[in-house]
């Protein structure tokens, strides 16, 4: 796992670890039975089909971003624009129509989108800022998206199947992304951002530690790194995370935090 901060082929290491989190996922729907693509999961109307679906047309949109910037531009005045006029949800309905289609033929589509996310965010340059549906983001940032996308919509997929998927290195990116969007999520909240930095120590899957922010800095947040990423991710509720806010900032932030782009998600409720 490539430490966001180092030195390096930061990009290279960011997309080996996209590639190895994909893996997992593909892993668990790859001998899926016809039926059981149509398991409810725990985001409410999606099924294992709808993850899916959705992590093939974001795909489809950031290869669009990365090899051609003008036509990703141009397809915003498009079809998605048609939908936000008629007052339907972009990403709801590439959910469903991704979903609408044979297994096979979606788990293809999946499978080929993502190794064309690959390949065009290894062939743009390295400081190319890429249009997106929010602000313009680097490669680097782009890979880091959609490893956490990846892995928050593979843990819905692991609890609609009951499975359990072991915390990795990898959960270190989604932490890093988690600290830098709390100013975002304040905003998404109609709140000012924070005057006062926030530091993130976690407890790293292998019991290592993990430090993020600076050293001084008055709040803190303290717990394993992989309930941070539950709650950046807004896959656990606040309650059910071993997570502790030292300061007001911090605790303000808890309950609103979100690592993804675009409104305030609805979370999950308390699982006791």
């Not at 390295?126 to 549906?133: E, I, K, N, T, V």
């Not at 992989?226 to 071993?242: I, K």
């Amino acid at each position: 796992m490539t430490d966001p901060n180092a030195p390096g082929d930061v990009l290279g290491g960011l997309l080996a670890d996209l590639r190895a989190e994909t893996a997992v996922l593909d892993a668990l729907v790859a001998d899926l039975a016809a039926g059981d693509w149509a398991r409810p999961t725990p985001a409410e109307g999606w099924t294992v089909a709808h993850q899916i679906a959705h992590l093939a047309w974001t795909d489809d949109w950031t290869a669009l971003a990365a090899r051609d910037p003008e036509g990703f531009t141009a397809s915003l005045g498009g079809r998605f624009t048609e939908l936000l006029a008629s007052g339907a949800d972009p990403v709801e309905e590439g959910a469903r129509e991704g979903a609408a289609a044979e297994p096979a033929e979606l788990l293809a589509r999946w499978r080929a989108g993502r190794e064309e996310v690959l390949a065009a965010l290894a062939a743009a340059p390295a400081d190319a800022r890429l249009p997106w549906f929010g602000p313009p983001m680097k490669p680097a940032s782009m890979a880091t998206a959609r490893l956490m996308e990846t892995w928050a919509h593979g843990q819905d997929v692991a609890d609609a199947l009951g499975a359990t998927r072991e915390p990795t290195a990898r959960l270190r990116h989604i932490a890093h992304l988690g600290l830098r969007t709390l100013g975002f999520a304040f905003a998404a909240h109609g709140l000012l951002a924070p005057e006062h930095p926030v530091r993130l120590e976690l407890t790293a899957p292998d019991g290592g530690s993990w430090a993020l922010g600076p050293a001084d800095a008055p709040d803190v947040v303290t717990g394993p790194a992989l309930d941070f990423c539950l709650l950046v991710t807004q896959r656990r509720h606040r309650d059910d995370l071993a997570l502790t806010a030292t300061g007001p900032v911090a605790a303000a932030w808890l309950p609103i935090a979100q690592a993804f782009a675009g409104p305030p998600g609805k979370g999950r409720r308390p699982q006791a």
